[in-house]
T-cell receptor
């Protein structure tokens, strides 16, 4: 079992819709959770961090964390074509160890 | 933007040759990391550094070595490149994993180096 799992996609949504990206992790002691966006040929860019159970909103982005279910998600409201990218889920299990999922490719159709 | 640069940005080399990739940061971040990214595998940690001359291995360290003689520079060396080391290499930094709380684990990435070993 991979430590951080994401559906590779592609996830295709129409412009203006809500995109829902999901991630599960295996290490129950994980404390910090991150979502990175990576455009093709570019480096990952941090877009959301979440550290406690519940929802955290930042603009059109909402991160959701459920530690009991070992599940973290990212919702993108009013999706735009510019949101088309690969989204990486990352989990810090303590100290230097941050594990990245393989990413979910998102396509937003105009 | 953590002010991270990587050089070279692209390199093509032959099997058996040594290769050194450089990461330079201007943010005075204490921690630096080298990752490789391959299709289907996501980002995998090669080596990391928690201070000048303090380094340790990640999950895919075989065939790689690192050095950090200054806070701002972290070098990754492939002593004898192999075709399996063809990849995109990213450098990353974090402020501090210990004293800054969970935000200290937020990673900032350089632009990457695309390495091809023929």
């Amino acid at each position: 079992q991979k430590e951080v799992e994401q559906n590779s996609g592609p996830l295709s949504v129409p412009e203006g819709a809500i995109a829902s990206l999901n991630c599960t992790y295996s290490d129950r002691v994980s404390q910090s959770f991150f979502w990175y966006r990576q455009y093709s040929g570019k480096s990952p860019e941090l877009i959301m961090s979440i550290y406690s159970n519940g929802d955290k909103e930042d603009g059109r982005f909402t991160a959701q964390l459920n530690k009991a279910s070992q599940y973290v998600s990212l919702l993108i409201r009013d999706s735009q074509p510019s949101d088309s990218a690969t989204y990486l889920c990352a989990v810090n299990t303590g100290g230097f160890k941050t594990i990245f999922g393989a990413g979910t490719r998102l396509f937003v159709k105009a | 933007d953590a002010g991270i640069t990587q050089s070279p940005r692209h390199k093509v080399t032959e099997t058996g040759t040594p290769v050194t990739l450089r990461c330079h940061q201007t943010e005075n971040h204490r921690y630096m990391y080298w990752y490789r990214q391959d299709p289907g595998h996501g980002l995998r940690l090669i080596h990391y550094s928690y201070g000048v001359k303090d380094t340790d291995k990640g999950e895919v360290s075989d065939g790689y070595s690192v050095s950090r003689s200054k806070t701002e520079d972290f070098l990754l060396t492939l002593e004898s490149a192999t075709s399996s080391q063809t990849s995109v290499y990213f450098c990353a930094t974090t402020l501090d994993t210990g004293t800054s709380g969970p935000r200290g684990n937020e990673q900032f990435f350089g632009p990457g180096t695309r390495l091809t070993v023929l």
